[in-house]
């Protein structure tokens, strides 16, 4: 069984940063498309960011591209989410997901393995 753990998350002022960490064991992690999705309340799940599983192909919403970067390392069953220049708006709770194909790394519905979350809030 995949099992999936988010960390790193807390509270941070806005213009901080902060880098999420999201360990997978009981699978072959290198086989994994990873991704971040963020859910804030009252707002659908909605998609931050997402890298191959060699790590050479990252990918980015609009709204967080230039701030956040995803990298992984495929030895220790890691995948890296680096936030710079936080907003307000980026206040959510993170998941970490995991996806076996090549379906759409932007929709949620494509993985198959998720994390419980960690909260990130950025004050004003």
């Known amino acids: 069984q995949v099992h999936v753990v988010e960390s790193g998350g807390g509270l941070v002022q806005a213009g901080g940063s902060m880098t999420l960490s999201c360990a997978v064991s009981?699978?072959?992690?290198?086989?994994?498309?990873m991704g971040w999705f963020r859910q804030a309340p009252g707002q659908e799940r909605e998609f931050v960011s997402a890298?191959?599983?060699?790590?050479?192909?990252?990918y980015y919403a609009v709204s967080v591209k230039g701030r956040f970067t995803i990298s992984r390392e495929n030895a220790k069953n890691t995948v890296y989410l680096q936030m710079r220049s936080l907003k307000p708006e980026d206040t959510a709770v993170y998941y970490c997901?995991?996806?076996?194909?090549?379906?759409?790394?932007?929709?949620?519905?494509?993985?198959?393995?998720w994390g419980q979350g960690t909260q990130v809030t950025v004050s004003s």
């Open positions: 890298i191959n599983w060699s790590g050479n192909s990252p």
């Open positions: 009981g699978g072959t992690f290198s086989s994994y498309a």
């Open positions: 997901a995991g996806q076996l194909g090549y379906g759409d790394y932007a929709d949620h519905r494509e993985y198959q393995y």
